[in-house]
T-cell receptor, first 111, second 112 residues
Framework: GEDVEQSLFLSVREGDSSVINCTYTDSSSTYLYWYKQEPGAGLQLLTYIFSNMDMKQDQRLTVLLNKKDKHLSLRIADTQTGDSAIYFCAEPSSGTYKYIFGTGTRLKVLA | DGGITQSPKYLFRKEGQNVTLSCEQNLNHDAMYWYRQDPGQGLRLIYYSQIVNDFQKGDIAEGYSVSREKKESFPLTVTSAQKNPTAFYLC???????????FGPGTRLTVL
């Protein structure tokens, strides 16, 4: 099936690290994406990783990819209150122009 | 500035009325998409278009219609046949294929 799974909620204290997990389905995806959605707004691309990479680091963000297990994670270091949002992982559906989005993980950062 | 815009931001509709949501992009993207988002849920694809004058149904197309007469524009009509239209509607565009999608700010539709 075409389901991308994420846990629904994550709560962390300010300054701690956050890890958001995603299990995807299509092993032929060239890229995998992480989007951030703040309340009442559209989605913003946060970062992405090529499928031939295991890890990508971008300032406070680290993306890990385990192709064998079809598992993707997003680590946010030194989490701030401004990081409170919903985070979606997404994969292109092979052979189509469609994307498959995860259910979204709502991150709440406690001061 | 290049980007994707949606209007209006908030829209109220009486039951039985059709309403059209606007989506415009100046990114020269070939592909455009409409998603529906309900509270606490992910995105569900309504319609998408890979090129001008062509579009395909997504997962929840019933009660909606679209047109793609211009590359820049992909309006969505929510018809009276849509039984539960109150939701947040997001438009997106991309160069297609595996390229990233860029999202508009969304339109919140409320049926009174």
């Amino acid at each position: 099936g075409e389901d991308v799974e994420q846990s629904l909620f994550l709560s962390v204290r300010e300054g701690d690290s956050s890890v958001i997990n995603c299990t995807y389905t299509d092993s032929s995806s060239t890229y995998l994406y992480w989007y951030k959605q703040e309340p009442g707004a559209g989605l913003q691309l946060l970062t992405y990783i090529f499928s031939n990479m295991d890890m990508k680091q971008d300032q406070r963000l680290t993306v890990l990819l385990n192709k064998k297990d079809k598992h993707l994670s997003l680590r946010i270091a030194d989490t701030q209150t401004g990081d409170s949002a919903i985070y979606f992982c997404a994969e292109p559906s092979s052979g189509t122009y469609k994307y498959i989005f995860g259910t979204g993980t709502r991150l709440k950062v406690l001061a | 500035d290049g980007g994707i815009t949606q209007s209006p931001k908030y829209l109220f509709r009486k039951e039985g009325q059709n309403v059209t949501l606007s989506c415009e992009q100046n990114l020269n993207h070939d592909a455009m998409y409409w998603y529906r988002q309900d509270p606490g849920q992910g995105l569900r694809l309504i319609y998408y278009s890979q090129i001008v004058n062509d579009f395909q149904k997504g997962d929840i197309a019933e009660g909606y219609s679209v047109s793609r007469e211009k590359k820049e524009s992909f309006p969505l009509t929510v018809t009276s046949a849509q039984k539960n239209p109150t939701a947040f509607y997001l438009c997106a565009s991309s160069y297609g294929g595996d390229n990233e999608q860029f999202f508009g700010p969304g339109t919140r539709l409320t049926v009174l």
